[in-house]
């Protein structure tokens, strides 16, 4: 009785191994990933990844190929795969950068098309992280059709709706809801100072450096407000469909008789300033923000090791420089 038994269990051993390797009529792909700084010079030695999706009938694996780029950035792999090929670069003293997947639904010969492309991976400079107030936010408007202010540094409503003390973001809901597929709602964002403001920048939320702002917020071309419309009609939804939509902004703004920046905070927001209007009595707000509290530094670059807000929790952690 223990013989068939062992038999099984080797058979089930056997057919789960073979369920981890590619099938070997798959098409094979071959890629080459060129490792650039940010001023286009090619990396030598960053450690690539390259994976080669799969279907194993039960879910897809990654058949993956590791070595380092040589003296021009470069690193080949090839594999059989579904038409899915992920890969990603790092090196000590950068930020790691996963690239854009290549897909491909041409075959030729049993090779993925086109085959051998080079696909760029950018790696960001680690310059000089640095200490911020930087969470994740979740909560609810306090009121409906008047201006609030929140405070960043607080992380709270000013009075008399928090402990807040300074509106670095004032927010302003209208809406409109009869159900989830019929309502309107503008969240409106403004400042208190003249020179405050805020403006968007596009990086993925999922692909592309871990570092997804550029190392400073820039001098010139905040926007002293912003509109944020979302809605259901008959004619369809609208609103929050710019994933890689991210913010760089300026409060606390001083400025002197000629209208010169005297002293300044900056900051950014990762992702969308998201907000939900229906089944609330006004709206449940969301959205992660980095302030740089040190006056007239534009370094936005975040050292995730010393978040000046403590005790943050699973919920309101923010994990990226």
């Not at 590619?22 to 994976?51: F, N, W, Y």
């Not at 780029?69 to 990603?88: C, E, I, N, P, Q």
Request: a neutral charge; proline letters at 8%; charged letters at 25%.
């Amino acid at each position: 009785m223990k013989k068939p038994l062992f038999v099984l269990l080797l058979l089930i051993c056997i057919i789960g191994a073979i369920a981890q390797v590619p099938h070997p009529m798959l098409p094979e792909a071959k890629v080459t990933v060129r490792v650039i700084d940010q001023d286009g010079k090619p990396v030598h030695g960053a450690s690539v990844g390259v994976g080669f999706e799969f279907n194993t009938g039960s879910g897809t694996k990654s058949d993956e190929k590791h070595g380092p780029s040589d003296k021009d950035g470069l690193f080949s792999a090839s594999g059989k795969t579904s038409g899915y090929v992920a890969y990603a670069a790092t090196k000590p003293g950068y930020y790691r950068t996963e690239g854009e997947p290549f897909r491909s639904f041409a075959k030729e010969d049993g090779k993925w098309q086109p085959y051998n492309p080079t696909l760029d991976v950018v790696l960001k400079r680690i310059i000089m992280p640095i200490p911020m107030y930087a969470r994740m936010v979740e909560i609810d408007l306090p009121l409906a059709d008047e201006p609030i202010g929140y405070d960043l540094v607080e992380a709270d409503w000013v009075a008399p709706h928090g402990r807040g003390k300074v509106g670095d973001f004032v927010f302003k809901l209208t809406k409109r809801v009869v159900s989830y597929k019929d309502y309107g709602a503008e969240l409106q964002i403004t400042f208190l100072n003249k020179q405050d403001g805020i403006q968007g920048f596009n990086a993925p939320p999922k692909k592309g450096s871990e570092l997804r702002s550029p190392h400073q917020a820039p001098e010139q071309g905040y926007e002293p407000s912003m509109s944020l419309p979302q809605g259901s009609s008959e004619q369809g939804s609208y609103g929050f469909n710019k994933e890689d939509q991210n913010y760089l902004f300026r409060v606390r703004t001083v400025v002197d008789e000629k209208g010169k920046i005297v002293s300044a905070l900056y900051g950014k927001v990762y992702g969308q300033l998201r907000y939900f209007p229906v089944d609330h009595k006004t709206a449940k707000l969301r959205f992660v923000y980095y302030l740089n509290p040190a006056i007239n530094d534009r370094n936005v670059e975040f050292d995730p090791a010393r978040n000046l807000f403590t005790g943050l929790g699973s919920a309101g952690e923010v994990v990226l420089p």
